[in-house]
């Protein structure tokens, strides 16, 4: 007799990652001898700094290889609160907890601050007819924002940004009409993935007040935070105001290019840490402890040389492809941080089937708009050589898709 698993509906409530399932189909073509130029997953191209990975074969070599207090060493979480208070956040080691990844803390953050409602309309605050907290989205959004909202059981209410150039003050008053006193939380991501957008101080300005006005919490995503050209991020929970309810989430991958060592935190006000701790401790127990190690390296490095140089990389290889649209007469919103710009390629909406032309016909895998809440467009991630870029955008103008 065959068993049949009785999914649970949460499940059923989220579809699997559109980033992962082109890389999967372009790993497919390699894998049949073709030459695929992989613009579609966001990890940077560079080795994680030498220093960083001696400190992390150090930490083995020294005996860190158990298990570690659940929130963090102490060095690593003290060394993150002094790098926050920098960026004019209220923080101290207590505030802070170290996860393994910046997502497994995003994770973490909603399921410990959105409450969702069953099939019969109880939740754990009591009897409701409505749907889950209420959950605020800036599109084009991440996708894990979505899919973590849904796992939750939240309710996603949405406003686009992509009339506006991907930029949020212009954007505000559509803010102010989609928020409420029903609002239970916003998440704001600048430098923005996918759309490399950097909010202006006068946008987060305008998102203090609105939480203020209607006391919702914010997540402030700056896990791009030192990748910016030109500007200067701001932190959001820096403001007036926004210290007793901001989640401010970041970590290591993209700064230091460690994506598979899986280091990432979040600072919060210690009665959310506290309750999120319950989270964290009965899924992932601590963060890797050696790699706890690296971390502390890794910001121990004031000068941030490695980081400035992989940033001035990209920011070269920005300016090349916005310069081999232009000549295409591709729009492209102009990207202040990040590594990801979004053309306008599918002029009738359907980005899906131009991101599978262009993946079958030019071999270039990009990921479709759509998947982020921009259809139309696609996300393009310019962490790979320029020689590879100018391979991409050649093949594509000669499939007749530019």
Same mark, same amino acid.
């Given at each position: 007799?065959?068993?049949?698993?009785?999914?649970?509906?949460?499940?059923?409530?989220?579809?699997?990652?559109?980033?992962?399932?082109?890389?999967?189909?372009?790993?497919?073509?390699?894998?049949?001898?073709?030459?695929?130029?992989?613009?579609?997953?966001?990890?940077?191209?560079?080795?994680?700094?030498?220093?960083?990975?001696?400190?992390?074969?150090?930490?083995?070599?020294?005996?860190?290889?158990?298990?570690?207090?659940?929130?963090?060493?102490?060095?690593?979480?003290? &060394?993150?609160? =002094?790098?926050?208070?920098?960026?004019?956040?209220?923080? *101290?080691? /207590?505030?802070? @907890?170290?996860?393994? !990844? +910046?997502?497994?803390?995003?994770?973490?953050?909603?399921?410990?601050?959105?409450?969702?409602?069953?099939?019969?309309?109880?939740?754990?605050?009591?009897?409701?007819?409505? &749907?889950?907290? =209420?959950?605020?989205?800036?599109?084009?959004?991440?996708? *894990?924002? /979505?899919?973590? @909202?849904?796992?939750? !059981? +939240?309710?996603?209410?949405?406003?686009?940004?992509?009339?506006?150039?991907?930029?949020?003050?212009?954007?505000?008053?559509?803010?102010?009409?989609?928020?409420?006193?029903?609002?239970?939380?916003?998440?704001?991501?600048?430098?923005?993935?996918?759309?490399?957008?950097?909010?202006?101080?006068?946008?987060?300005? +305008?998102?203090?007040?609105?939480?203020?006005?209607?006391?919702?919490?914010?997540?402030?995503?700056?896990?791009?935070?030192?990748?910016?050209?030109?500007?200067?991020?701001?932190?959001?929970?820096?403001?007036?105001?926004?210290?007793?309810?901001?989640?401010?989430?970041?970590?290591?991958?993209?700064?230091?290019?460690?994506?598979?060592?899986?280091?990432?935190?979040?600072?919060?006000?210690?009665?959310?840490?506290?309750?999120?701790?319950?989270?964290?401790?009965?899924?992932?127990?601590?963060?890797?402890?050696?790699?706890?190690?690296?971390?502390?390296?890794?910001?121990?490095?004031?000068?941030?040389s490695t980081v400035v140089e992989m940033r001035d990389a990209f920011r070269e290889r920005r300016d090349m492809l916005l310069d081999l649209f232009e000549?295409?007469?591709?729009?492209?919103?102009?990207?202040?941080?990040?590594?990801?710009?979004?053309?306008?390629?599918?002029?009738?909406?359907?980005?899906?089937?131009?991101?599978?032309?262009?993946?079958?016909?030019?071999?270039?895998?990009?990921?479709?708009?759509?998947?982020?809440?921009?259809?139309?467009?696609?996300?393009?991630?310019?962490?790979?050589?320029?020689?590879?870029?100018?391979?991409?955008?050649?093949?594509?103008?000669?499939?007749?898709?530019?």
């Open positions: 007799m065959t068993h049949e698993f009785d999914f649970a509906a949460r499940v059923d409530r989220v579809e699997p990652s559109a980033t992962l399932a082109i890389s999967n189909l372009a790993s497919e073509l390699e894998a049949q001898g073709k030459d695929v130029v992989d613009l579609s997953v966001g990890e940077p191209d560079f080795p994680t700094p030498d220093n960083v990975v001696q400190a992390g074969k150090d930490a083995m070599d020294a005996g860190h290889t158990g298990y570690t207090p659940s929130s963090g060493i102490p060095e690593l979480r003290e &060394a993150i609160a =002094e790098k926050l208070q920098g960026n004019g956040v209220p923080c *101290s080691s /207590e505030n802070v @907890v170290v996860t393994p !990844g +910046g997502k497994q803390g995003l994770f973490e953050v909603i399921q410990t601050v959105v409450d969702g409602v069953d099939e019969q309309g109880s939740s754990a605050r009591g009897t409701s007819s409505r &749907a889950g907290d =209420e959950v605020v989205l800036l599109d084009p959004a991440w996708v *894990s924002y /979505e899919a973590m @909202v849904k796992l939750a !059981g +939240g309710s996603l209410s949405r406003v686009d940004l992509s009339p506006y150039g991907f930029q949020l003050e212009p954007a505000l008053d559509d803010l102010a009409e989609v928020v409420s006193d029903d609002t239970d939380l916003l998440i704001v991501n600048s430098p923005s993935n996918p759309t490399g957008s950097v909010f202006t101080d006068s946008a987060l300005d +305008g998102v203090r007040d609105l939480a203020v006005e209607h006391d919702f919490a914010v997540i402030s995503d700056e896990i791009y935070e030192r990748i910016a050209y030109d500007v200067e991020p701001t932190s959001l929970g820096s403001l007036d105001g926004m210290e007793d309810r901001t989640i401010t989430l970041n970590g290591f991958s993209k700064a230091f290019s460690m994506t598979g060592w899986r280091l990432g935190y979040y600072a919060a006000p210690e009665d959310l840490v506290s309750q999120a701790g319950k989270v964290h401790s009965h899924s992932v127990s601590c963060a890797v402890n050696f790699v706890q190690h690296a971390g502390v390296e890794a910001l121990s490095d004031r000068t941030d000549d295409h007469g591709v729009e492209v919103p102009h990207p202040d941080g990040a590594f990801y710009m979004m053309p306008k390629f599918a002029d009738d909406g359907d980005d899906q089937q131009w991101c599978e032309d262009a993946l079958e016909q030019a071999q270039v895998a990009t990921v479709p708009g759509s998947a982020f809440g921009a259809p139309g467009y696609a996300r393009i991630s310019y962490a790979a050589s320029e020689e590879r870029l100018r391979e991409a955008v050649d093949r594509l103008a000669a499939n007749d898709l530019i």
